[in-house]
């Protein structure tokens, strides 16, 4: 049995797609890595069937019409066999030390009993020039060396948010969830780790920098400039995460969980109002407060919560003061964060 699918969403990919695939492949055969070419115009594809062809017990390339990066991540649940799933994105790469304890510890974890659903490790931004990595690690969150459950949680701070580069998933529990990422839409990542949470039951968390986030490229999809070019999308993403809060706001397990759903949902939704308070035009505004008015028909008790918070408050500032001060925090987060 594989312990371990990790897919590789990759979508004309060619010159930095064998820096992931290299460090994923020290995982010999108890890993399964598959590399969903997105329908790429680039070498991508023959990358793919040339590690497929020299690794065939671990490598499979799925060949796939251009769906976006949540349909690569669909067709990576659909053929994994592994009992965990892990999605690396093709320009990014894992830390060799920590990825061997991710493996020993997760060879133990498939024999428990009652079933792990979520592992979680630190990740590092791999920000090009900056001199000093940003690594986000959550031991000051949650508890260390044993599992434990949502009620045992802390509270996280606006930059330890679980993201997808932070968790690894039981591949049986995403398909049970009727987990599933819209197509042809940017910033799903958001989604794929948003979705499952409540139905996340026994958690554990390893102190070891696992992920490595490459971040700095001009056509990155975190770019700032990308972003606001994209805000259709990313409005899609923060509508889908209304929908998924709203589903569970009455059924969440305990109130820590509801408490971090809120939070993260609370940054995505920051995040989106900056961005269109920077585009400075009536249509961006009334966009602007057409996500806030989605939030409130959805969940009016989120709504309110949300609109009395730092973070709401900032987010719906009025007029040229308002606008100075939103912007010079947003320069602070960016610089504390460490997003593009």
Known sequence: MKILSIAIPSYNSQDYMRNCIDSL?????????????????????????EYQ?????????????????????NAGIRNATGYFYKVVDSDDWV?????????????????????????????????????????????????????FGWEE????????????????????MLRNCGFELPKHTFYVDNIFVYWPLPYVKKMYYLDVDFYRYFIGRDDQSVNEKVMISRID??????????????????SFSCDQLKEYML?????????????????????????????????????????????????GKVSNFKGKLGHTITM????????????N
């Open 25 to 49: 492949l020290t995982g010999g055969e108890e890993v399964e890595i598959l590399i969903v070419d997105d329908g790429s115009k680039d070498s991508t594809p023959q990358i793919a069937d």
């Open 53 to 73: 062809e020299k690794y065939p017990e671990i490598v499979k390339a799925i060949h796939q019409p251009n769906g976006g990066h949540g349909e690569a991540v």
């Open 95 to 147: 830390d060799q030390d920590a990825y061997k304890k991710i493996l020993d510890f997760l060879r133990e974890a498939v024999k428990e009993e009652e079933p792990l659903d979520m592992l979680i490790s630190n990740y590092v931004y791999e920000k090009q020039g900056a001199k000093h990595k940003k690594v986000i690690q959550y031991h000051s969150i949650l508890p260390e060396n044993r599992y």
């Open 153 to 172: 949680i802390g509270h996280f701070k606006a930059s330890q948010n679980i993201l997808m580069h932070s968790v690894i998933y039981r591949t049986e």
């Open 233 to 250: 999308q990313q409005i899609r993403v923060n509508k889908i995460m209304i929908d998924i809060y709203a589903q569970h706001e009455d």
């Open 263 to 311: 939070h993260y949902l609370e940054t995505i939704l920051l995040v989106t109002s900056v961005l269109l308070m920077k585009m400075n035009t009536e249509e961006a505004d009334a966009m602007r407060e057409d996500v806030w008015e989605y939030l409130q028909a959805k969940s009016p008790e989120a709504y309110q919560i949300l609109r009395k918070s730092i973070f």
């Open 328 to 339: 010079g925090g947003y320069k602070i987060a960016q610089k504390w964060i460490g997003f």
